[in-house]
């Protein structure tokens, strides 16, 4: 199987690279292990949230200078600001062409709803999802917080409660669908994806309108759990014509319906371009030849190698098995690339779990080109992008999705360069 370029991954980093790859004429390969972040993620995507004394940041392009002096190795830092503002620029235009619709863009964060109700900075946010500026109140006076029976996922008194401290008047209840009492008799399989596609049946719509007219008659907005619009936003904005207001969704618990949405956009998108897409498929090991990448052979490929002229790796940390700990050591499985650790195993995590966790910014170490290294020497056609990588931490720095998307679209565009430079 011979390509222009195999990546590794198909999450929002490797499936984003191969977008900006495949429009550009590149034959790529994607194999993809098994579920990836997205599955389990809030659907905003963070690009710099927050600073270490744990203030907002409202303009993340402005931070880019203070965090390359706390945090050189920070991919960010490596990319350099005007790099990395350009590959945001083109990541916002990318994930538009997909048909995903967000409020934010890149010259401000704004604060998203979490399912407790409180608020946290972001940049992207399904349009869906409610939002309020830096430092501002939601704009709303009145809201209902309407819940569903038996979806153990979200609870509308939590998300009411921190609303509430908010100033907001808030009132909880819960949806009464009969059309959903057969999944409910199920609590393993009563899920927010489930649900949707019980609630997302065109008959059922004009249901679940007159119920939520019911319960938002006094109130400015109505938040639901995302639990509708599972192949895209038609569903909700339907609801909100009908109901007369802003009908809004915030996370649930996994699985995310909001994420699994992007997930399946962008793979589509890749496909109809002529990615190749293996789901299900693990790469297990990888022929090099002096400092390139020859061969990658895959689980379900035993002996037929897949062959392309670039690699890209983007298998995620260690949820995603793209890192492996072991007690004593962390290894990057496929390569055995060089990476960024503590060799001290008590320095992995600190006893206070509310602190930053160490072992958060370990992942792969790279050259200034995104190359992996083994030995310290760069393999001349691998680059490495995403979650694998490390020196940054993606949770108390609230810069998950960001570095995904920026090195994706920076890989992307090196690996096109080179082929520029060929022809
Ligand atoms: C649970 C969770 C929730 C998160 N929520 C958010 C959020 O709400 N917002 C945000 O900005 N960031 C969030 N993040 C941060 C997240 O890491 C990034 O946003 C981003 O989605 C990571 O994408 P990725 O493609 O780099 O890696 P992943 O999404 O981890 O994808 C890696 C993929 O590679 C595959 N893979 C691994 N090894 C192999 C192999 N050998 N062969 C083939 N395939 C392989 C895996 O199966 C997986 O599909 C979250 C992270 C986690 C873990």
């Not at 191969?18 to 972040?37: H, Y």
């Not at 109130?219 to 569903?235: F, Q, R, Y």
Request: aromatic residues 6%; negative net charge; contains cysteine.
């Amino acid at each position: 199987m011979k390509f222009d370029v195999a990546i590794i991954g198909g999450g929002l980093a490797g499936l984003t690279c191969g977008i900006q790859l495949a429009e550009q004429g590149k034959r790529c390969a994607i194999i993809s292990a098994g579920q990836s972040a997205l599955h389990f993620s809030s659907g905003s995507l963070d690009f710099l949230s927050y600073r270490p004394d744990g203030s907002a940041i409202d303009n993340p392009l402005d931070a880019l200078a203070e965090l390359a002096k706390h945090s050189p190795e920070h991919p960010y830092s490596l990319l350099g600001a005007e790099c990395v503002k350009q590959m945001a620029g083109q990541a916002e235009r990318l994930l538009q062409d997909c048909g995903l619709h967000f409020n934010g863009s890149i010259d401000h964060n704004h604060l998203r709803v979490t399912p407790l109700g409180t608020l946290r900075a972001t940049w992207l946010s399904p349009v869906e999802v409610p939002t309020a500026a830096i430092n501002s109140p939601l704009s709303w006076k009145r809201i209902a917080v309407v819940g569903i029976e038996g979806f153990l996922d979200f609870q509308p008194q939590l998300a009411a409660g921190s609303l509430a401290e908010q100033g907001i008047e808030v009132t909880t209840d819960y949806l009464h669908v009969p059309a959903l009492d057969r999944l409910r008799n199920n609590p393993s399989e009563f899920r927010a994806t489930n649900i949707s596609r019980v609630l997302d049946l065109p008959e059922n719509t004009e249901l679940l309108a007159e119920e939520l007219v019911r319960l938002a008659d006094d109130v400015d907005a109505v938040i639901l759990p995302a639990c509708i619009g599972l192949e895209n936003a038609k569903s909700v904005s339907l609801l909100c014509a009908r109901v007369g207001k802003p009908v809004m969704l915030v996370p649930t618990l996994p699985p995310s319906l909001l994420g699994i949405r992007m997930h399946q956009a962008l793979r589509r998108r890749f496909q109809q371009l002529g990615g190749q897409f293996m789901p299900g498929d693990s790469v297990l090991r990888a022929e090099i030849d002096g400092q390139c990448v020859k061969k990658i052979y895959t689980r379900n490929h035993t002996d037929i190698p897949v062959v392309a002229d670039q690699v890209v790796l983007a298998s995620g940390s260690f949820f995603s098995n793209g890192l492996i700990a072991e007690f004593d050591r962390i290894y990057e499985p496929v390569f055995g690339l060089d990476v960024l650790d503590a060799s001290q195993r008590g320095d992995w995590t600190q006893e206070n779990m509310f602190s930053p966790q160490p072992y958060l910014r370990f992942g792969v170490k790279t050259d200034q080109t995104l190359r992996g290294t083994v030995g310290g020497k760069p393999l001349s056609n691998l680059y490495i992008i995403g979650a694998v990588l490390g020196g940054y931490d993606p949770l108390q720095q609230g810069c998950g999705a960001g570095v995904s998307l920026v090195t994706a679209q920076y890989v992307a565009q090196q690996i096109l360069a080179l082929a520029e430079v060929a022809a």
